[in-house]
């Protein structure tokens, strides 16, 4: 059963099936005025429905055939179509342009619009380099402005909004605690005195310490100059676009970018192995952020191989029979190809994985029983999922898709599985996955580098 949200501003639904599908119609032509750009239009025409996508897919190969991208990404062209040109006006379903007629329709849209994780597989397989998860994502954002969106994830985004503008104090008192822990283990500098800023916020502190800590061993004995922020800089940004709150995304974005502008730094460092790396680094063309150009942002896995190889920094050592799981989010959308680099020079032997790119899973880790125990101590907040609520459903494929992952990645390997996102080592947890050894790059890199 599907739970609705409540949106930002006070919307009445009107009464009936006709009212509802004008409303419909008027949020979608909204979300096409505020977002569609030249690339979103050529993936919302040029699509020829070959299916070439689908495979790459890990909803469509794990669990049912109905969540293929291109299969997904129509519901969005189906809207487009009807409210946005004259051709789908005047034809409908004549050229495939329709808006869904009751309340079930949506709810099933719904389903389909959430069972993409936005990996880019889909856009990386593409003969036509569309990338459906964008038009997915755009579907998304309309289900959003229409009330549906998962009940947990919109509140996390929500709260996200919150913690960066007014953080509260039992949150930043246990912020203070562990920053303090991590400054005591570490070579943190003063505000100013670092070249980077870490970007750290609720998720990566409370859930993703131990990889942290990791990272900054490392950081620390490549002589690395970094701080940190005085204030959590999200639950896990911009977590707002999940949902397809574009608006409240950009919020965070721009915070982001003016408070490490106005810190003096030049320079953002990215911890995360999943989306907030690829999200922020592109922000100029999702968030239209303000002055983006000022601000780079830097993957931990660049800056640790460029500083490694470059500047005779101690050689690595090789131990153990490896294979790298690539990042979805770094290694395809993201576009670095550093983190498996670092693998392949210090595995021995190197067993690159079988299929490219991995599909992970996203932001869906979020919905983890672990995941949301922790997030629920720190942000004083119910996480607690409700009987047949959308999200257990959402948690029970995602199971079936680490499963099927699990089962590509030990094709690679019988050694070391060395992901480059905590996320699918989560989520593989979660399923209760046996055939992977799991270690995440940050370990893994420890191990390699500092012996």
Not at 375 to 404: P, T
Request: proline fraction near 5%; glycine fraction near 6%.
């Amino acid at each position: 059963m599907t739970r609705r949200v409540t949106l930002p501003t006070s919307i009445v639904k009107p009464r009936g099936e006709e009212a509802r599908r004008e409303l419909l119609a008027e949020e979608t032509r909204k979300v096409i005025e505020e977002y569609l750009g030249l690339p979103e239009m050529h993936f919302l025409e040029a699509c020829v429905d070959c299916g070439a996508c689908a495979p790459s897919c890990p909803f469509y190969k794990a669990v049912d055939k109905r969540y293929s991208p291109v299969g997904m990404a129509n519901e969005m062209r189906k809207l487009y179509k009807k409210t946005s040109t004259i051709t789908g006006k005047l034809l409908g379903r004549l050229v495939g342009a329709r808006l869904p007629e009751t309340e079930e329709e949506i709810e099933e849209i719904f389903d389909l619009a959430y069972h993409c994780s936005n990996c880019g597989a889909c856009y990386y397989t593409c003969p036509h380099g569309i990338d459906s998860g964008t038009i997915i994502a755009m579907l998304r954002s309309v289900l959003f402005r229409h009330g549906l969106a998962p009940s947990i994830i919109n509140l996390l985004a929500r709260l996200e909004l919150r913690v960066i503008e007014s953080p509260w104090r039992s949150l930043q008192y246990e912020w203070d605690r562990v920053i303090e822990e991590l400054k005591r283990d570490h070579n943190v500098a003063k505000e100013g005195e670092g070249r980077y800023l870490i970007l750290l916020d609720i998720y990566n502190v409370f859930v993703n310490k131990e990889n942290i800590d990791a990272y900054l061993e490392v950081l620390d004995a490549a002589n690395i100059k970094y701080s940190f922020p005085d204030r959590p800089l999200g639950v896990r940004p911009p977590l707002p676009l999940t949902v397809g709150h574009y608006e409240t995304a950009r919020r965070v974005a721009n915070f982001i970018y003016n408070y490490t502008i106005s810190k003096g730094y030049g320079n953002l460092l990215i911890l995360d192995g999943g989306y907030p790396y690829n999200d922020l680094k592109f922000a100029y063309t999702y968030y239209r952020a303000s002055k983006p150009r000022e601000l780079d942002i830097i993957h931990v896995a660049q800056l640790i191989y460029e500083s490694y190889l470059y500047e005779g920094l101690p050689a690595f050592t090789q131990w153990g029979k490896a294979t790298y799981i690539p990042s979805c989010n770094i290694d395809t959308r993201g576009g670095i190809g550093a983190a498996s680099k670092l693998v392949e020079i210090t595995a021995r032997p190197y067993e690159k994985h079988l299929m490219w790119p991995y599909a992970g899973v996203g932001w869906m880790s979020l919905l983890c029983p672990y995941v949301r125990e922790k997030l629920s101590i720190y942000l004083g907040v119910d996480l607690v999922l409700e009987e047949e609520s959308v999200e257990e459903k959402l948690i029970s494929d995602m199971r079936k898709v680490a499963r099927h992952l699990a089962e590509e990645a030990y094709k690679t390997s019988t050694g070391y599985h060395v992901f480059g996102c905590i996320d699918d080592i989560i989520v593989m947890r979660a399923a209760r996955v046996e055939n992977v050894n799991p270690v995440h790059l940050a370990q893994w890199l420890k191990q390699h580098l500092l012996k």
